[in-house]
């Protein structure tokens, strides 16, 4: 059996997507992406149609514990937004992200986007379904 303690780098750091510089964490809100509806669930977490009919039974508005968008600076570019995900060994893939992500995000601070009913809407549903957030161990 293997027995080593797993040694985890306690920062990850991230590089500028566009100039390949380091990336500093603003540290503000973490948006998390959510998922509507048994297809989206089943596509986006990969998991078999039975397990995703379970969990859009109980979760109409599925909360992605593991992908959020989150804001970074860059000396050069300044602010921008990226999409981290958690890998299952604990590290963050990261890539910028897109107006598709933002409108899978439980809330948006982007002023530019039109539909802010839309928004404001399944803000008010994740926090509904926030309180009984459950992982789901894949
Ligand atoms: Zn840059």
Partial sequence: M????R??????QF?????????WRSGGTKYH?????????QEKLNITSKRASFIATHHPVYVDANV????????????MWLRLSKASDGLLHSRLATQADWERSVKTPD???PNSTVSEFTYRMSRR???????YEM
């Fill in 2 to 5: 293997p027995n080593k303690r």
């Fill in 33 to 41: 992406l959510y998922y509507q509806g048994k297809a989206e669930i």
């Fill in 15 to 23: 590089f500028c997507p566009i100039c390949q510089q380091r990336l």
């Fill in 7 to 12: 040694t985890r780098q306690q920062t990850q």
């Fill in 68 to 79: 959020w968008l989150e804001e970074f600076f860059c000396k050069v570019d300044l602010k």
């Fill in 111 to 113: 002023p530019d986007l």
């Fill in 129 to 135: 379904t926030g309180q009984h957030l459950a992982r």
